[in-house]
């Protein structure tokens, strides 16, 4: 089933003339994993407020099915300061029973291996532990799809490494969809079924990896490495 489509999409941010997302096409099955690489400024944020809907495309029409429930995951983990984790994860579901809320909330907090960390303060979490806070938030609310921007970017190599391993076990045991953007080559070939390389707004080079071992994954991460290598220097002189 699709549950997203962004058909021909194209967008300037009010004010500007310049085109961050060009005449993109890109649709969303149900549990699969698209990961979307490139280099900072390409427009891989842009893209995902779109999908999100948090922003209306200029020219072109996005497609979703209204009974697909999104939820976001931002690069920082965005936590209030001044609540528990437990409060922080609740948030999202506060218009369920306070009943509904501490099952929920005990449900997730197990899933990314926080249960004890329930009644700590976000200030006194480390990074990696607070990205998982901000992973069960996005759980939650039983999400049919995650957008999620750069969700592992700021972990250091084994915190990171833990919870890509997270995500994998949460997406077999749900039939959870994702759309990930990452700076990260192996990141995005360890996670996806299809990798997109964005270049200044649009989207190209979609490499397909279900079903492949993962050396062949890593075969493609190498060949991804280079494609983006070669468009960045392509583009250089655009840049002086
Ligand atoms: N609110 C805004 N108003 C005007 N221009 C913006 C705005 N947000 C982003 N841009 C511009 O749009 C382009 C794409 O930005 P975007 O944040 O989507 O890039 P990105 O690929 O996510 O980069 P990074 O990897 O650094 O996060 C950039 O040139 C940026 O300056
Ligand atoms: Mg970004």
Redesign the pocket.
């Given at each position: 089933m699709e549950l997203l489509r962004a058909q021909k999409v194209s967008f300037t941010?009010p004010g500007?003339k310049r085109f961050?997302v060009r005449d993109l096409n890109l649709h969303i099955e149900q549990g699969e994993t698209v990961a979307v690489i490139?280099k900072?400024?390409?427009?891989?944020?842009?893209?995902l407020r779109l999908l999100a809907g948090f922003m209306a495309p200029t020219t072109g029409e996005m497609h979703k099915d209204p009974g697909v429930r999104l939820s976001f995951v931002f690069q920082d983990a965005r936590l209030l300061p001044w609540m528990r984790v437990g409060e922080n994860i609740a948030v999202a579901i506060r218009h369920d029973s306070k009943a509904e809320q501490t099952r929920k909330v005990g449900d997730v907090l197990a899933r990314v291996e926080l249960s004890d960390a329930i009644n700590d303060y976000p200030e006194t979490l480390s990074g990696g532990m607070a990205q998982r806070v901000a992973l069960a938030r996005a759980l939650v609310v039983t999400p049919d799809l995650m957008l999620m921007d750069?969700p592992f970017a700021s972990l250091d190599a084994i915190t990171k490494s833990a919870l890509q391993d997270d995500f994998l076990k949460i997406k077999k045991t749900s039939n959870l969809s994702a759309v990930l953007?990452t700076?990260d080559v192996f990141e995005a070939v360890k996670l996806a079924d299809r990798v997109f390389v964005m270049s200044e707004g649009a989207l190209d080079s979609e490499v397909n990896l279900r079903d492949l071992t993962d050396i062949e994954r890593f075969e493609r991460a190498k060949a991804l490495l280079v494609r983006l290598k070669n468009k960045t220097r392509d583009h250089e002189p655009d840049r002086q």
């Open positions: 941010y500007t961050v490139g900072s400024g390409c427009g891989k944020t842009t893209l750069e953007v700076h």
